[in-house]
């Protein structure tokens, strides 16, 4: 494990945990990286619980961030009506987390994206004044017209684009699915915004599209989550806003690094949840690859690599992989190494040490499983294939139970009356609520950490 740190930037570190024994002819080598950012995020550690009583900066540091609300404002938004007051008031309660010196804007999104505030192409700077101003905007919001998530966030991306900041986040709202741009339309959205600024999805009560929330969410680096009563948006609303005011350091890359005969097999993000990275390589250099992380405060992350290494005989070792944490230079310079870790691979004849599964990896494997058998059931059930569904929900319920994973358990008894936890004997419930499906859904990712 090695630490590395310059002024303004947090302190990393890498842990690897892994099992380096292979028999004679092993050939695949899994690691969990465990990635810690300490003593950067801009809260310093203490939960930011309103401007009103939040430093306007810390550590002598000025705010670095710029953030863009965007609130869908379409016609469905009306239905109830308490739905676009519970946005507005979400909105509000955001803007009042802002810290003193952070770049904001507020996007009205329908089947066109508009500006709310402050307009003219360009962002305010948070003080008590403009978030005066963009609070009474905020009254003048009203549903009307279709959904067109693309435009939205390529309204957001300009705008953010000209902020001389390292932190660009954005935060989405919508209650429905986005009918009025085609899927690639969205797509080329996504591609187009991606690592130029990080952005958290949020689906307001159940009429919107979990796959689509997840991907916005998924290609932007940020967070997905359901809040299936709108009387639930301030206070999550709030709680995005402190995490993105906690940022200090974005753009941080995992660097891998492997030797010549050494493949790839995949690379994946599995907490705090499952994200897959494998084809989010950027190359570096000979044997090199990056992969994006996103915007880091003061947090802990686990990641899985698992490389194919040539065959070799008993008592032979090698690096299997290299990987270190780089920090780009804006202005172009050589970029900063924050922390490295070893991925090693050693050949045994002792039977024991070749065969035992470090305990991180085989956690962390059960989790990226628990989240796919999830998606499986649930994409079976609702193709009407009931015994599919009970089998791969009923795996779910075994995986979330033997590893501790209470949160999923409690969302997956929702969805199955569970006979038997430790088996995965389960029965399909007859009527499920459609915002218990979807909470199972969105939040199917979300991982615990091995238990210590």
Not at 10 to 24: A, M, T
Not at 277 to 290: H, I, N, Q, Y
Request: charged fraction near 20%; glycine fraction near 10%; include cysteine.
């Amino acid at each position: 494990m090695a630490n590395f740190s310059k002024s303004n930037v947090p302190q990393f570190s890498v842990e690897v945990y892994q099992n380096e024994f292979l028999p004679e002819g092993g050939r695949e080598v899994n690691g969990i990286i465990t990635v810690t950012s300490t003593g950067g995020g801009t809260t310093g550690g203490v939960p930011l619980t309103s401007a009103a009583h939040a430093p306007s900066h810390a550590a002598g540091r000025a705010p670095n961030a710029a953030v863009v609300i965007m609130v869908d404002c379409s016609g469905s938004m009306d239905y109830p009506p308490t739905k676009m007051r519970n946005a507005r008031d979400a909105t509000a309660a955001a803007i009042d987390t802002l810290r003193d010196g952070t770049s904001f804007a507020v996007i009205g999104g329908t089947h066109v994206a508009k500006e709310v505030y402050p307009g003219n192409g360009r962002l305010a700077t948070a003080d008590p004044q403009t978030r005066a101003q963009a609070k009474e905007a905020l009254r003048r919001l009203s549903a009307g017209g279709g959904t067109a998530i693309g435009t939205w966030l390529r309204l957001a991306d300009r705008l953010l684009g000209g902020a001389e900041v390292s932190i660009r986040h954005g935060i989405l709202l919508t209650d429905g699915r986005n009918e009025h741009e085609a899927p690639e339309d969205l797509r080329a959205a996504l591609d187009a915004c991606a690592g130029r600024f990080t952005c958290d999805a949020r689906g307001v009560g159940t009429d919107w599209e979990v796959k689509e929330v997840t991907a916005i969410a998924s290609a932007l680096l940020g967070t997905a989550d359901i809040v299936a009563d709108p009387a639930g948006l301030a206070a999550d609303f709030t709680q995005m806003m402190e995490n993105a005011m906690g940022k200090e350091v974005a753009d941080v890359a995992l660097r891998l690094w492997t030797p010549v005969g050494v493949e790839i097999k995949y690379v994946k993000q599995v907490a705090p949840t499952v994200a897959e990275l494998t084809d989010r390589r950027t190359e570096a250099g000979p044997r090199a690859g990056d992969y994006p992380t996103g915007s880091w405060g003061d947090e802990s992350r686990d990641y899985h690599v698992c490389v194919q290494v040539p065959e070799a005989g008993v008592g032979q070792e090698m690096l299997a992989a290299r990987v270190s944490l780089i920090l780009p230079d804006p202005s172009g310079g050589a970029p900063q190494t924050l922390s490295q870790g070893l991925v090693r691979a050693v050949w045994t004849d002792d039977m024991v040490a070749s065969t035992s599964i470090n305990p991180q990896v085989a956690h962390y494997t059960g989790q990226a499983e628990l989240a796919q058998v999830i998606q499986q059931g649930l994409d079976a059930r609702k193709s009407g294939d009931f015994d599919g569904a009970t089998a791969k929900l009923g795996r779910a319920v075994q995986l979330a139970s033997a590893s501790g994973n209470e949160d999923t358990a409690k969302l997956l008894s929702k969805v199955v009356d569970v006979v038997d936890a430790a088996t995965g004997t389960v029965r399909l419930k007859a009527k499920v609520a459609d915002a218990d499906e979807m909470t199972l859904e969105t939040r199917s990712t979300k991982t615990v950490r091995v238990k210590k």
